[in-house]
Each structure stands twice: as structure tokens, then as C-alpha cells.
């Protein structure tokens, strides 16, 4: 057989497999039936969202991002997943960090939901920074002012006020970061990043699943799903 053939159908198998899968999921449906945030069509307009940089921030950093990351001969697209992929690691810290307390604050139900973040998102941070080493990427070590401002206010609170505002912040987190995954699956030149974006949304999706069970058993209402960027709201078409 020849080796050389073969080494090229396996490639182009691992390319294929996360694309098709990404594909296949819904991005503005949940495992339980909740909805998610999708760009408009037509729109190329960031979300902003509070695991990943603000739009105004990314657009500020863009330029000394392409700077100390871009190198001669990299597409933009390139220099796009390494910006993604810091920005990713950076979400991840900041998921490890505030569900770290909630095992520490939380209740039972909110205990059990916080361990299990942190186990899910040490194991994608750990995979995503073997992919950050082969592109060369030089990852943050600590969450964002945004991050650790929420953090602070968390560390204040106790019992059901804990339980509420870690919850409405997590399934927040959740859904904007849910949106970037799906823009970068679909666009990421990297065919090792592709992998590990289509795992992440997988666990994702269970993440938001277990957290309006979470919030269900605990009697917590949590917020509805963000308007997808450019809905018209509903008041606004009846008129």
C-alpha cells in the first residue's frame, strides 16, 4: 500500500470529522431546549461576552495582538486562531476560577455543578495549550479585570445570593462563548484547533444543560438567552 496515499486520507478524515460535527449542532439550541445567540446573517459583528474579550476591547487589541503574534508568511486567518486560542485559554481560567469558589460557597447542588466545571475546563485548558505550543502562542496566566472584578463580588456574597449570581454569570459566559466557538470552527485554519473547538462545544452544550438543572433544583431563575445580534425586538415588530 502505498504510504504516502494513505497519510493524506487520514488527513483529510481529521479535517473532515470536526467540520461535519460542527455542522451538525445547532448553535442556537441547548441539549434541554434552550436557545443561543447566532450572528445575523450577513453580519460579521462580534458579541461581546464576559469569558472573552469585550468587541471594543478585541478591536483596541487587535493590532498589537497581529503584531506579537503574526509572523511573515501567516495568513490572517492564522493570526486570527491565535488570538482566539489566548483568548480561549484566558476563558477557561476565569470558568476554573469562579466555579474553584462556588465549590467553596456554593450550595450542595451548586457545589456539585462547580466541580464539575473545573474538572471540564482544567481538561480543555490543558488540550487547548498543546495546540497554543505548536502555533506558538504565549498563553495568559491569570483572568481578565472583567473576570476578576465578577470574582470579587462573587467572594462577597453567601448562600442563595451566591447561588443566583454565580449561575446567571456562568450560563452567561456559557452562551457568548458558545458563539465565538461555533465562528472559529467554522473558520479556524488549524486543523488541530478545529479538533479541540468542536470538543469544546460539545461540553459546552452539556454545561448549559446541567446548569438550568442546577438552577431548576435550586429554584433559581436564570436570565433568558441574549437576542441574536441584529433581532428585531419583538415590541418593535408589532408596531
Known sequence: ???????????????????????????????????????????????????????????????????????????????????????????????????????????????????KMVDDHTALNKDMDTVADALGVMLPKKMDKDNQAEYEKLNGLSGKDFDTEYLTYTVKMHWATLHTFYMEASAAADPDLQ???VK????????LGLIAKTATAEGITLPPRPPRPGAVPATTAKK
Do not use: C, W, Y
Not at 504516502?4 to 478524515?13: C, D, F, N, P, T
Not at 469544546?200 to 454545561?207: D, S
Open 1 to 115: 500500500m502505498n504510504t504516502k496515499r494513505v497519510r493524506v486520507a487520514m488527513l483529510g478524515v481529521a479535517v473532515m470529522v470536526p467540520m461535519a460535527l460542527a455542522a451538525q449542532m445547532d448553535p442556537t439550541a441547548s441539549p434541554g431546549g434552550a436557545t443561543f445567540p447566532q450572528p445575523a446573517s450577513g453580519s460579521n459583528q462580534p458579541v461581546a461576552q464576559p469569558g472573552l474579550a469585550s468587541p471594543g476591547a478585541q478591536a483596541g487589541q487587535q493590532a498589537s495582538m497581529r503584531e506579537s503574534l503574526g509572523a511573515p508568511g501567516q495568513t490572517g486567518q492564522q493570526m486570527l486562531d491565535k488570538q482566539f486560542v489566548r483568548a480561549a485559554v484566558a476563558g477557561d481560567i476565569a470558568d476554573i476560577k469562579l466555579a474553584t469558589l462556588a465549590t467553596q460557597k456554593g450550595g450542595p447542588e451548586v457545589k456539585d455543578l462547580a466541580q
Open 195 to 197: 479538533t479541540e473547538v
Open 200 to 207: 469544546a462545544l460539545v461540553t459546552m452544550h452539556q454545561h
